[in-house]
């Protein structure tokens, strides 16, 4: 596994984005505008299956609105997150903040494309309350861990 | 008027040394200030793409104002409080960073564009608000916010690299910008 690591950061891409005063500066800047974006195409959505927020509105229609912006933003952090990697892949071989982001990473993408996705489609009323809260809960623990460890990365090693 | 008295006695102080020197509690503000982001700075979006007419169309300007305001204002307040005990623990360097102070100036600005629209065609709000793409001073308002806050935390985020920190020696520019004065750090 170490030999990938490196191999990714030796890569001229790697190197360039290494190297560069400010290829790294630019690419976190707008890692941390997609964080931003994401952050509230997330929030709204797990805020209003709590009962919160947009509480007119159904669930589904509210999910509906926020999926493009949600999707758009997961894609673009999801590029400029792959770049910081491979500008420091041998230190993300090494940190541990880097192993629970990516894993924390994985459970969150799969439970918001299956699980969340569906319960927030679903039609009004046919979801309980308490299923809806449990999602809401499940997805803000997942996507608050992979920010926080993330944000991790940077103070460890 | 320089404010770099007060930095200097503020960077004195024990709780700024306190901040300054410890191993978690700076940190823990600093991941604070920037997760808080996904509530102020993405709620914030979702509005200004909704004012642009791009998203929510079905869901009228003053409902989504009103449900997600407390929100906004919640977590407004979330970064102020740990902005503030940020600089409070690096007063001096933060006074004399330009990113700093292009971020407080932007901050200012996105204030007054937030205050244009809500004393201006926000009161009008009832004629236009309904459903569907708003009027052209509501969706410049909200162009402009997201330039503004997107500038905010850029900049913000810029603090941290200490490209034109004044005892590097900077041109004469950035010296002026800065506020460098010869001798202080």
């Not at chain 1, 360039?16 to 290829?23: L, R, T």
């Not at chain 2, 997600?68 to 005990?85: N, S």
Request: with cysteine; aromatic share 12%; hydrophobic share 55%.
């Amino acid at each position: 596994m170490f030999e990938y690591f490196h191999a990714i950061e030796f890569s001229a891409a790697g190197q360039m984005i290494k190297n560069s005063s400010w290829a790294f500066a630019v690419t976190e800047s707008v890692h941390l505008l997609a964080l931003s974006v994401i952050g509230g195409a997330v929030l709204i959505v797990d805020l209003r299956m709590l009962g919160f927020g947009l509480k007119r509105q159904p669930v589904a229609d509210v999910a509906a609105d926020a999926y493009p912006i949600m999707v758009a933003s997961l894609v673009v952090m999801l590029v400029t997150g792959f770049m910081l990697f491979m500008s420091e892949a041998v230190k993300c071989y090494y940190s541990q903040p880097f192993l629970v982001k990516m894993i924390a990473l994985a459970l969150a993408i799969t439970f918001t494309f299956t699980v969340r996705r569906k319960v927030a489609r679903a039609a009004d009323g046919r979801i309980s309350p308490a299923v809806y809260r449990t999602v809401a809960l499940v997805s803000l623990m997942l996507w608050f861990t992979v920010g926080a460890a993330g944000r991790w990365i940077g103070f460890s090693g | 008027m320089s404010l770099l008295p007060f930095c200097q006695w503020l960077a004195e102080t024990q709780g700024s040394i306190a901040l300054h020197e410890s191993s978690y509690m700076y940190p823990l503000l600093e991941s604070s200030h920037v997760l808080t982001l996904c509530l102020f700075v993405g709620m914030s979006v979702l509005l200004d793409l909704r004012l642009l007419g791009w998203t929510m169309r079905r869901i009228p300007v003053g409902e989504i104002t009103s449900r997600i305001l407390p929100w906004m204002i919640g977590g407004f307040v979330l970064m102020v409080v740990t902005g503030l005990l940020l600089f409070y623990a690096i007063p001096i360097r933060s006074y004399q960073n330009v990113f700093f102070r292009l971020k407080m100036i932007t901050l200012v600005l996105a204030g007054l564009n937030a205050w244009t629209y809500h004393v201006g065609i926000h009161k009008k709000i009832g004629e236009w608000g309904a459903e569907g793409r708003p009027p052209r001073r509501a969706r410049w308002a909200g162009a402009m916010s997201l330039i503004l806050w997107a500038v905010v935390v850029v900049s913000g985020r810029m603090i941290a690299y200490n490209w034109f920190d004044c005892d590097l020696g900077q041109s004469a520019f950035i010296n002026w910008a800065a506020g460098c004065v010869p001798g202080v750090r």
